[in-house]
């Protein structure tokens, strides 16, 4: 909906709400999960998971140099990852450090607590936002891309305009592009389920409810690799959307999702 002096409705209410309680249960659940993962820092696949067995990655400490090993890869990481100071400055042999985490001293028990709590504030919220927006049009409307805009010419096209840093102009500013649809339907449709449904699979309450998410997912070992997966994937889109933000204009970007107008960047001359 126009308004006067260039200014335009971007964003409802839902949309607006759902955003700022995401961003606070999401920002919650990845620093409280890697407390979680503090307690165990290795991943595996299938069903292997003991102490014993060769994991996929590990974050670790020989008690001089904190280390990050993929397979066979493996990198020094003192000072970040594996081993760091915590509050009190002395070293700490953790795969996160203190800043990371919540809470910030080592505890698994309110690691957990803290991230069952904004779990079920992810999923309920996620679900009452999916219902409003199909039921409004949002999803269709906004958010899905149209044919043409997935011909590969015009996806490259795109990617050159964000690679030198050339965003759109005027009306064309007030719609999400296809680039901005294509991020937005994986991540509400692909990673948040997917990182959901694992989170629900290494429960062992729900494994005996629904034991079919251990199968679906080859094992609670896989499905908490998968989880971690999903989790980087979710960290990276954040800093790429903030850093778009910030190259787009901040102030307007962050009012919009605030009150919903927009202020539509003048055309070119």
């Known amino acids: 909906m126009s308004e006067d002096q260039g200014t335009v409705y971007r964003h409802r209410l839902p949309t607006r709400l759902w955003h700022w309680l995401n961003a606070v249960a999401v920002f919650c659940l990845l620093m409280s999960g890697l407390m979680i993962f503090n307690a165990h820092p290795m991943l595996y696949w299938g069903q292997y998971g003991a102490n014993a067995d060769t994991p996929a990655l590990k974050i670790g400490s020989d008690g001089k140099r904190g280390y990050l090993r993929i397979g066979g890869w493996e990198v020094t990481t003192t000072g970040v990852l594996g081993l760091s100071r915590g509050q009190d400055g002395r070293l700490q042999r953790l795969a996160f450090p203190h800043w990371a985490t919540i809470p910030s001293n080592y505890n698994l028990a309110d690691g957990r607590r803290w991230h069952i709590l904004f779990a079920w504030v992810l999923t309920v919220a996620g679900i009452a936002y999916l219902a409003v927006s199909l039921a409004n049009g949002h999803v269709r409307r906004d958010l899905l891309p149209r044919r043409d805009e997935l011909r590969p010419r015009h996806l490259a096209r795109e990617i050159a305009d964000h690679a030198r840093l050339r965003f759109p102009k005027g009306e064309a500013a007030a719609r999400y592009n296809s680039l901005q649809k294509l991020s937005y339907v994986g991540v509400i449709f692909g990673l948040l389920p997917l990182a959901i449904l694992t989170g629900w699979t290494m ?38 959307h903030l850093a778009m933000v910030l190259l787009a204009g901040p102030v307007n970007e962050v009012r919009s999702m605030i009150t919903g107008r927009f202020r539509l960047p003048k055309e070119r001359s």
């Open 203 to 240: 429960s062992p309450g729900l494994n005996a409810a629904w034991p079919w998410l251990v199968d679906l997912f080859g094992g609670r070992q896989s499905a908490r690799t998968i989880h971690f997966i999903a989790a980087t994937l979710i960290t990276l889109f954040i800093a790429v």
